[in-house]
């Protein structure tokens, strides 16, 4: 089968490595791809929102399946577009409705869906223009630090974190009436803040059965010991040494099951995957946020532990056999370091060349590209280095030594990555 899949970061990489090496496999598109990608399939010019585009060089390629990697056309709508129309409703897109995209498209559609479907979670309001003055009151109510979320895609970064109620009024402010992510944060989320540890656990589903899969936990801060402003993830670490059986089964019980009814009690058409961000306060888990794709950089984590065949996966969900499809996992540990362009997550260089080891085990690239035959950073975030090993410190190892191996100008990444679960990790 041809596979089509849409999206240019160290996650479409990731997917398109793993994808890539399916039995069920004819040929692999990917759309538009970047320097890594090109390793594994055919790159092809086609604007990720551009779903004219796309659907003409899904008839001229005989494409079988479309894999979505960003959020951004999911909530735009790609699978709509493509039920919708009876020149392409016979081709499967991996990823959900429009609605079900809402999940992550609306903060505030996500709360309404926790709170109607009895999921734990930070209590929240929500605010516009219309009731500044009302957001101002309920963060009174808070303790610190306050939680504002942009309600909106603003690309990982629409969610802060603030220690003094200056700083949340002033931000408050800057989001609803300065327009600070633009249109995403003209409504903002206000939540109680959750004391406890992150980590994330990703759902494969076709809207009635379901396959856990492997849990991560990422890193946010551009600086070492979480500090600095958010990224989209600086590196990530699986499994995750407090995600115990019980917790798990914790999480599978109070979250996932009611998420997979929710969907089903509101007609939501939702064939793809569903990250759950959590929150385990005092080893009990609270939603803190819903994606409905895989994360960025926890993909570099999570695909090189699945060891089933994540196309013949796909297409289980797509003929209703998800339910007998078996998923293997490796026992082995993976951790990602993310390097970085100078200024990133603000204004950032691009066009440096690259040089190194950078088709390597584990090497994902998330924002190259190939000019005049070199590889140029391209991206804030330019290449997740992975390592696999029985221990925690061992990948680390792996990690790093990739990181040194690969060079170009002004490059950055966190060295502290996993050292705060070494402790937890009782085996090591």
């Not at 089509?4 to 069920?24: C, M, N, T, V």
């Not at 399939?41 to 659907?55: H, L, M, R, S, T």
């Not at 101002?136 to 309600?151: G, M």
């Not at 408050?172 to 959750?194: D, P, S």
């Amino acid at each position: 089968m041809n596979v089509l899949l849409i999206g240019s970061g160290g996650r479409e990489h990731a997917l398109a490595w793993r994808i890539s090496q399916s039995k069920l496999l004819t040929k692999l598109f990917i759309a538009p791809g970047n320097g890594g990608t090109r390793n594994h399939g055919e790159n092809v010019n086609i604007g990720i929102n551009d779903f004219n585009g796309i659907a003409n060089f899904c008839l001229q390629n005989n494409i079988t399946m479309i894999v979505v990697g960003p959020e951004e056309p999911l909530v735009n709508g790609i699978w709509d577009y493509f039920r919708n129309n009876e020149k392409l409703n016979h081709i499967a897109v991996i990823g959900p409705s429009r609605e079900g995209a809402q999940l992550e498209g609306s903060k505030h559609f996500a709360k309404e869906f926790m709170i109607n479907n009895n999921i734990p979670t930070a209590r929240f309001k929500t605010f516009d223009t219309q009731n500044i003055d009302s957001a101002k009151e309920f963060l009174q109510t808070l303790q610190a630090p306050f939680v504002l979320k942009a309600d909106g895609l603003a690309a990982g970064k629409g969610v802060l974190i603030l220690d003094s109620m200056e700083e949340a009024l002033n931000e408050l402010q800057l989001m609803i009436q300065q327009n600070k992510f633009g249109n995403a944060g003209t409504t903002v989320v206000i939540e109680e803040f959750l004391p406890g540890i992150e980590l994330s656990m990703f759902v494969f589903t076709n809207g009635v059965d379901y396959i856990i899969l492997p849990e991560a936990k990422d890193y946010k801060r551009i600086g070492d010991n979480d500090t600095g402003l958010n990224t989209g993830g600086m590196g990530a670490v699986s499994p995750v040494p407090f995600a115990n059986d019980e917790f798990k089964n914790k999480v599978e019980q109070q979250i996932i099951v009611p998420t997979i009814k929710g969907l089903q009690k509101e007609k939501i058409n939702y064939c793809g995957f569903v990250f759950i961000g959590l929150m385990n306060v005092k080893d009990n888990p609270y939603v803190i946020e819903y994606n409905v794709r895989m994360g960025d950089p926890e993909t570099e984590v999570v695909m090189p532990r699945i060891t089933s065949d994540v196309l013949a996966m796909f297409v289980a969900a797509t003929n209703n056999t998800l339910k007998k499809f078996e998923l293997t996992i490796d026992a082995n540990y993976a951790t990602t370091v993310m390097m970085v362009s100078q200024g990133y997550p603000e204004d950032y260089e691009k066009g440096k060349l690259i040089t190194g080891n950078t088709t390597g085990e584990g090497i994902f690239h998330a924002g190259t590209a190939i000019k005049e035959g070199n590889l140029i950073t391209n991206g804030g975030r330019v290449i997740a280095a992975t390592g696999m090993a029985p221990t925690l410190q061992a990948a680390l190892k792996l990690s790093y030594e990739a990181v040194d191996s690969i060079q170009y100008e002004n490059k950055y990444y966190r060295k502290d990555i996993g050292q705060d679960l070494m402790g937890l990790f009782i085996s090591q």
